[in-house]
């Protein structure tokens, strides 16, 4: 595997099965969107930083801190969704309906928001939701269910957030984090919003706002990456829409 200077390649060749935990845990591996159990989660299981150099993962577990990073994440979303061009480009990857998911075979999906099946059924058979009306439900998810029921919250950082190099390797770790708490049962959701508007307010030249409020919750110097919350599942979550293997192995 080469990471850089032309992107990531992977070289494949044939060789004896080599058995991975990690590897194992990959059909059970879904963002899960969905509500989480009271129940603490042992993050200190869900790392191994082995070969990897540059990042780190930062929790954010006591109530104090988590109740502050809830905010932060829900003051982000209502931000989002008030800027229209960041709403816009959100709502580009929603598929409301099952043939806007065969056209594209990406993007988020009326399944991967973790609803139970009778919500889901009703969802589906409403008319493909607007801009405005999908703002709304993913705020209202936020604030009650997103950061109402995260066990914690974890945080890549780094001190070098701008390097190739380093973006890579925090995708690699976010990734085993992933497939490691897949593999105990437990549920991960990708939060990125706070980065997002404080990559918003640096390119529009805005006053920053959400970079000291999120600083002021990791080690001094340490940026983050990569954002998202743990814990057990109430319900599994479910597949989201993938391309086909020959549509993306070249
Ligand atoms: C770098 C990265 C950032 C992501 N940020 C978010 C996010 O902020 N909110 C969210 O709901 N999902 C986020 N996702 C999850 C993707 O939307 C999700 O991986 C995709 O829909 C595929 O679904 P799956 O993970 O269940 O296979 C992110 C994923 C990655 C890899």
Redesign the pocket.
């Given at each position: 595997m080469t990471l850089l200077p032309d992107g990531a390649r992977i070289d494949v060749t044939t060789g004896p099965p080599v058995g991975s935990p990690l590897y194992d845990a990959i059909g059970e591996r879904?963002?899960n969107?969905g509500p989480f159990e009271d129940k603490p989660v042992a993050t200190s299981t869900l790392v191994d930083l082995a070969g990897l150099s540059g990042v780190q993962v930062r929790w954010i577990l006591d109530p104090e801190p988590r109740a502050a990073m809830s905010r932060l994440l829900i003051d982000a979303a209502a931000a989002l969704c008030a800027d229209e061009q960041q709403s816009r480009d959100n709502f580009a990857w929603f598929r409301g309906g099952n043939d806007d998911v065969q056209r594209h075979r990406d993007g988020?999906s009326l399944g991967?928001q973790g609803f139970g099946p009778l919500m889901l059924a009703v969802a589906k058979l409403l008319p493909a939701s607007s801009r405005e009306a999908g703002d709304q439900f993913w705020l209202k998810q936020t604030i009650t269910v997103h950061t109402a029921t995260a066990a914690a919250y974890g945080v890549i950082t780094t001190n070098t957030p701008d390097d190739r190099a380093t973006q890579l390797t925090a995708?690699r770790l976010l990734e085993r984090i992933h497939l490691t708490a897949a593999s105990q049962g437990i549920a991960l959701?990708?939060?990125?919003?706070v980065t997002e508007r404080i990559d918003r307010e640096r390119s529009t030249g805005a006053v920053a706002t959400f970079g000291p409020r999120f600083a002021s919750l990791l080690p001094p110097g340490e940026q983050p990456l990569?954002t998202f919350r743990v814990g057990y599942p109430v319900r599994d979550?479910a597949p989201?829409p993938r391309r086909d293997v020959a549509q993306v192995v070249r």
């Amino acid at each position: 595997m080469t990471l850089l200077p032309d992107g990531a390649r992977i070289d494949v060749t044939t060789g004896p099965p080599v058995g991975s935990p990690l590897y194992d845990a990959i059909g059970e591996r879904h963002t899960n969107r969905g509500p989480f159990e009271d129940k603490p989660v042992a993050t200190s299981t869900l790392v191994d930083l082995a070969g990897l150099s540059g990042v780190q993962v930062r929790w954010i577990l006591d109530p104090e801190p988590r109740a502050a990073m809830s905010r932060l994440l829900i003051d982000a979303a209502a931000a989002l969704c008030a800027d229209e061009q960041q709403s816009r480009d959100n709502f580009a990857w929603f598929r409301g309906g099952n043939d806007d998911v065969q056209r594209h075979r990406d993007g988020l999906s009326l399944g991967g928001q973790g609803f139970g099946p009778l919500m889901l059924a009703v969802a589906k058979l409403l008319p493909a939701s607007s801009r405005e009306a999908g703002d709304q439900f993913w705020l209202k998810q936020t604030i009650t269910v997103h950061t109402a029921t995260a066990a914690a919250y974890g945080v890549i950082t780094t001190n070098t957030p701008d390097d190739r190099a380093t973006q890579l390797t925090a995708g690699r770790l976010l990734e085993r984090i992933h497939l490691t708490a897949a593999s105990q049962g437990i549920a991960l959701h990708h939060m990125n919003q706070v980065t997002e508007r404080i990559d918003r307010e640096r390119s529009t030249g805005a006053v920053a706002t959400f970079g000291p409020r999120f600083a002021s919750l990791l080690p001094p110097g340490e940026q983050p990456l990569l954002t998202f919350r743990v814990g057990y599942p109430v319900r599994d979550g479910a597949p989201s829409p993938r391309r086909d293997v020959a549509q993306v192995v070249r």
